[in-house]
């Protein structure tokens, strides 16, 4: 996190760059966004790195602005508030319920388990591969930066785990016995408690300082 004014930080992962401004007045923060996109804008240009106006987008975390039109301009670009935007593979909306990106991970994990269920007739309960397509092609969806929005609504969660549901069926052929039983099974707990578990993971990295890097720029 690189800290180049007041009240607005740059969050940069690869070749990814957010800027997150924050404040009592829209208008100000608005102002402040403006302000120091251009200042990355410019370092860019120092630099010989183009950015992509395309990819630009701007959503505004505000209850007061429901109905109103708000932009922010970027260099040359316009940018209109949009509702919810993808960030690194998630779906945030406005609100941070999370509803778009837990139906987004629903309808991919759904299709994959589509797909598993048409091979259950294929391979057979002892071939291993079946078990690899449950761990890479479905949970895979449900384990995706948990942390981010774990805090979801409980409709949100039963849905996920529905899913989950499903899936052992496919992988043991076993289409009678209970949902606690396929999961001991398959040695796998309640998606919500596999979540808590990544999230103590993650408490656990910060209090030790594990996988921390500690970098400053600075900007003019």
């Known amino acids: 996190m690189y800290v180049i004014a007041d009240q607005c930080d740059i969050l940069n992962y690869a070749d990814d760059n957010s800027i997150?401004?924050?404040?009592?007045?829209?208008d100000d923060v608005?102002?402040?966004?403006?302000?120091?996109?251009?200042?990355?804008?410019?370092?860019?240009?120092?630099?010989?790195?183009?950015?992509?106006?395309?990819?630009?987008q701007f959503i505004l975390f505000h209850n007061a602005v429901k109905s109103s039109n708000k932009?922010?301009?970027?260099g040359d670009t316009i940018l209109e508030k949009l509702e919810s935007v993808k960030l690194l593979g998630?779906?945030?909306?406005r609100w941070l319920n999370f509803n778009l990106h837990i139906?987004?991970?629903c309808k991919n994990?759904?299709?994959?388990?589509?797909?598993?269920?048409?091979?259950?007739?294929?391979?057979?309960?002892?071939?291993?591969?079946?078990?690899?397509?449950?761990?890479?092609?479905?949970?895979?969806?449900?384990n995706y930066c948990p942390v981010v929005w774990h805090c979801c609504n409980i409709s949100d969660?039963?849905?996920?785990?529905?899913?989950?549901?499903r899936a052992p069926c496919y992988v043991f052929k076993d289409y009678s016995s209970y949902y606690r039983e396929l999961r001991q099974k398959a040695n796998k707990p309640l998606l919500y408690?596999?979540?808590?578990?990544?999230?103590?993971?993650?408490?656990?990295?910060?209090?030790?300082?594990i996988g921390q890097r500690n970098v400053i720029w600075h900007g003019k």
């Open 109 to 142: 994990a759904g299709k994959q388990l589509s797909a598993l269920g048409r091979l259950a007739n294929i391979l057979s309960t002892e071939d291993k591969y079946r078990y690899v397509l449950f761990e890479c092609f479905i949970l895979l969806h449900f």
């Open 157 to 165: 969660m039963k849905k996920l785990e529905n899913i989950q549901k």
């Open 71 to 74: 932009s922010v301009g970027v």
């Open 30 to 56: 608005i102002t402040n966004l403006e302000r120091v996109s251009n200042v990355m804008l410019t370092w860019f240009k120092q630099n010989y790195i183009q950015p992509n106006p395309d990819k630009f």
């Open 90 to 93: 998630i779906f945030v909306d």
């Open 20 to 26: 997150c401004c924050h404040g009592s007045n829209v």
């Open 193 to 209: 408690v596999q979540r808590l578990r990544q999230i103590l993971l993650e408490v656990y990295k910060i209090v030790n300082k």
């Open 103 to 105: 139906s987004e991970t």
